[in-house]
Structures are given as structure tokens and as C-alpha cells.
């Protein structure tokens, strides 16, 4: 007998707690477990956070900022909500916990079950974490040749990550020991969003540049065909910068619907795309109202919607929608920038890594903690 999932309601979400940051923050990832949130920005630092005691402790393996984030694990892995109130915080620790870096190969023993974070950083470092211990620790780490690291993205059965960057060439790594599998040439421009399609085949690419949306056989190594993503265009003529970009991918669980995001021009709203995966053509296009933005993060919920977050000029929101209508189905203001974001994989929980501070530019950072509450 299988028991349906306690339906949410997006709408009322709401938050329960914030937790400072010394830095900005870029991307944020809640480990499988669901106890600790990684978050990392403007420094070298991996912060990690206890979801039960809001205890936050770094990490500094990193060689420059923290851009990108993301995680897996084995099937059937217990998950741990975060606590309805912080618990008692841990006794006093060192402000750094500093973790050996691994060498090229580390053999994984004991349980069968994996849970892993992966982090990369700005110039081109990649860290794996193992997850099911007391602490997080150094599985391996490598230089991924990227020139700038933009993106990275699990394999369904992870038996491989795939980083991509400003030298518009994907790449694909061992989990298991950070060994190089193999590359994937075809894009123009740097790669800015990677995302692997559920049927467990298919890799796809998103870049800044052309707005392409590539899809590859990876296991074969070859490109299959192109999504255009040209409403995601906006080259503002005579500064020789391109504010567009495919900036996230995602799918439906069925693998029936694609979704990127990013912005609808310069200094015009956020906005998301779809696509039908068997025809390849886009099918919807949802702009949002939070004026002069940029989506930079989506994720496609379970039960049917999905959730996107994004930065203004000195603000930041984030936005829930149904695929099939045009208008929002809610929205929340949040405290600042939100330049990454991460389901929780209780389904409940939202982590939202932000940047704030008096200058515009930014000189701290938060990771807020919202919940969806079950419908009434």
C-alpha cells in the first residue's frame, strides 16, 4: 500500500530562522542526511551548518570563491528534519575545523550507503565530502582545468559528476575517486547550468553566451541536439557584457518537461522557460513582476510546482509557480540577494543563501530557513 505525501502549501511558506554568515554568499546545498547545510561565497571558506543547533563552522580547502554546490546519495537514506526550535549548541569548537586534503584516491568502506556534497570553487577546484560521519570530510579534491568553474551536477546513479565553466567544455569525474572520465566539446562560450536528465542517458548544458541548451549521450560522448533559450538573451550593446545565460536546468521527475531560468532581457524581470522533451520546442514562458532581476536557481518539487529564487538590485525573492499557469502561484521577499538556494530533501524545508550588509555591493551573507506548511 503506498501512503500519499501530506499535500503543502506553497503559499503559506514562511520563515523560521536566519543564520549570519562573515562572507556573501553564492550557493548553498543541504548534505542528503538533511543535518548540515554547506554554503559558500566571497572567501575560500565552506561554511557548515547544524540545521538543529545553528551552529555554523568552516572549512578552508577552497582556493577562491565558493560559486556552486550540490549533492547525492544512496537510495533509501534516512533524512532528518531540522528542528522545530535550535537545540542546545554544541560544546565550544575552534573557529576553522580545517580538513586534510585527500590524495587522488580514497577506497570508501563500512556502510553501503553514500552521501556526498560536492563544492567548486571560482578557479577551478572541485571537493567531494563524505557526509555520514560525525563531520564532513574530504573524499577527494581536484583542479577541474575550467579556468572558471561555473556549474556541477550528480549522475542519477552517481557514479559520475559533470562540472562545466568558462572554457565552454563539460567534464565529467569519477565519484568515487575524482579520476577524469571524459569531455564533451560543443558549446561556443562559457557554461553557466548542468543538469542530468532522469532517464539516466542524458546530460544536459546550458551557456551564457548563444543561450543553447545542449543535450548529450555523455556515456557515449557525443551531442544529441540544441534547445534555444533565446528569450534568456540580453546583450546590452556597447559594454561588451552579456547579462543572459541559461543560469539553472531542472525537470519534471517524469523527465517530461525541461525548465531553465534567468533573466528576460536587461534590466527586465526574472523569467523561466519550458521545453517538451520529446518535441524539443519551448511551450511556456513565465516572467515574473520582481522588476530588474535575475533568476538564478530552480527546483522542481514532487507535488507538482517548483521553486525559483533570484536577485535584484539590492533584494532578493523567491518565487513558487504551477507549470501550466502563467501567473505566480505565490512569492516571499527574503533578506537580501538570493544567489543560491536548495531544496531540503524532507520536501518541507527551502535553504536560501543570500548576500546583505549596508553596501550595495555586499560584505555579509545569510542563509535563511523557510518551511512550507502542510495544507489546511
Given at each position: 500500500m503506498v501512503v500519499a505525501e501530506p499535500k503543502l502549501d506553497p503559499a503559506a511558506t514562511r520563515r523560521l530562522r536566519e543564520f549570519p554568515h562573515e562572507t556573501p554568499l553564492m550557493s548553498c546545498v543541504v548534505d542528503p542526511t538533511g543535518r548540515w547545510c554547506f554554503a559558500g561565497g566571497r572567501s575560500r571558506r565552506v561554511y557548515v551548518t547544524d540545521l538543529d543547533s545553528g551552529v555554523t563552522r568552516s572549512l578552508e580547502d577552497h582556493e577562491s570563491w565558493v560559486v556552486t554546490a550540490t549533492r547525492w546519495s544512496s537510495p533509501g537514506l534516512p533524512v532528518r528534519s531540522p528542528a522545530a526550535e535550535l537545540a542546545p549548541p554544541p560544546p565550544p569548537q575552534p573557529r576553522d575545523v580545517t580538513q586534510p586534503v585527500a590524495g587522488p584516491s580514497r577506497p570508501v568502506t563500512g556502510s553501503t550507503q553514500e552521501s556526498l556534497v560536492i563544492t567548486g570553487d571560482l578557479v577551478g577546484r572541485l571537493i567531494c565530502w563524505e557526509t555520514l560521519g560525525e563531520w564532513p570530510s574530504v573524499r577527494w579534491s581536484i583542479e577541474t582545468g575550467h579556468g572558471t568553474l561555473r556549474t556541477?551536477?550528480?549522475?542519477?546513479?552517481?557514479?559520475?559528476?559533470?562540472?562545466?565553466?568558462?572554457?565552454?567544455?563539460?567534464?565529467?569525474?569519477?565519484?568515487?575517486?575524482?579520476?577524469?572520465?571524459?569531455?564533451?566539446?560543443?558549446?561556443?562560450c562559457p557554461v553557466f547550468s548542468t543538469a542530468f536528465h532522469p532517464d539516466g542517458t542524458h546530460l544536459l548544458s546550458g551557456d551564457r553566451g548563444d543561450q543553447k541548451i545542449r543535450q548529450w549521450d555523455y556515456a557515449a560522448g557525443k551531442s544529441v541536439r540544441e534547445f534555444d533559450a533565446k528569450d534568456l538573451s540580453n546583450y546590452k550593446g556597447g559594454t561588451d557584457i552579456n547579462y543572459g545565460g541559461v543560469r539553472d536546468l531542472a525537470f519534471t521527475p517524469d523527465g517530461a518537461m525541461l525548465f531553465c531560468c534567468g533573466r528576460d532581457s536587461y534590466a527586465r524581470p526574472g523569467l523561466v522557460l519550458q521545453f517538451d522533451w520529446e518535441t524539443g520546442q519551448q511551450v511556456r514562458k513565465q516572467v515574473s513582476t520582481f522588476t530588474n532581476s535575475i533568476f538564478h536557481h530552480l527546483v522542481f518539487h514532487p507535488q507538482g510546482f517548483y521553486v525559483t529564487s533570484g536577485v535584484g538590485a539590492q533584494t532578493g525573492e523567491i518565487w513558487f509557480w504551477t507549470p501550466e499557469k502563467d501567473e505566480k502561484l505565490a512569492s516571499l521577499k527574503v533578506s537580501g540577494p538570493a544567489y543560491g538556494m536548495d531544496l531540503h530533501p524532507d520536501g518541507r524545508h527551502i535553504l536560501v543563501a543570500q548576500m546583505g550588509g549596508p553596501r550595495t555591493y555586499g560584505d555579509q551573507g545569510m542563509v535563511g530557513l523557510y518551511e512550507m506548511p502542510l495544507a489546511k
Open positions: 556541477a551536477a550528480v549522475s542519477r546513479d552517481g557514479k559520475c559528476v559533470a562540472t562545466g565553466g568558462g572554457d565552454g567544455v563539460l567534464r565529467l569525474w569519477s565519484t568515487a575517486d575524482g579520476t577524469a572520465i571524459r569531455e564533451l566539446t560543443g558549446h561556443t
